[in-house]
Nanobody, 119 residues
Framework: QVQFVESGGGLVQPGGSLRLSCAVS????????MGWYRQYPAGKQREFVA????????NYVDSVKGRFTISRDNAENTVYLQMNSLKPEDTAVYYC????????????WGQGTQVTVSS
């Protein structure tokens, strides 16, 4: 069963930090590269944020390079997104999914976690 459970979002001031977590069903986590995606208000299409392969190499959208760090804990079947120097334009609902080259592998999504950057 495909399952993604995101957590860790919240309200933070510009320049602040948050750490997002995503618990993933074991079989999916073990065979997949993993990615974070975000969806802005007004229901626009989710956009790629970052990915990490099974072996560790990472990839980021240009707008978050140097500010966000993706990591994975293979023992806990969990992928993380450390977000530093947050900007108002980072405000979105964040989701994780298996990654197939900057696009989500599965059509099924978790509930997401809301990140709001505002003073």
């Amino acid at each position: 069963q495909v399952q993604f459970v995101e957590s860790g979002g919240g309200l933070v001031q510009p320049g602040g930090s948050l750490r997002l977590s995503c618990a993933v069903s074991e079989i999916i986590f073990r065979i997949s590269d993993m990615g974070w995606y975000r969806q802005y208000p007004a229901g626009k299409q989710r956009e790629f944020v970052a990915s990490i392969s099974k072996d560790g190499p990472t990839n980021y959208v240009d707008s978050v390079k140097g500010r966000f760090t993706i990591s994975r804990d293979n023992a806990e079947n969990t992928v993380y997104l450390q977000m530093n120097s947050l900007k108002p334009e980072d405000t979105a609902v964040y989701y994780c999914n298996a990654d197939a080259g900057r696009v989500p592998l599965f059509a099924s999504w978790g509930q997401g976690t809301q990140v709001t950057v505002s003073s």
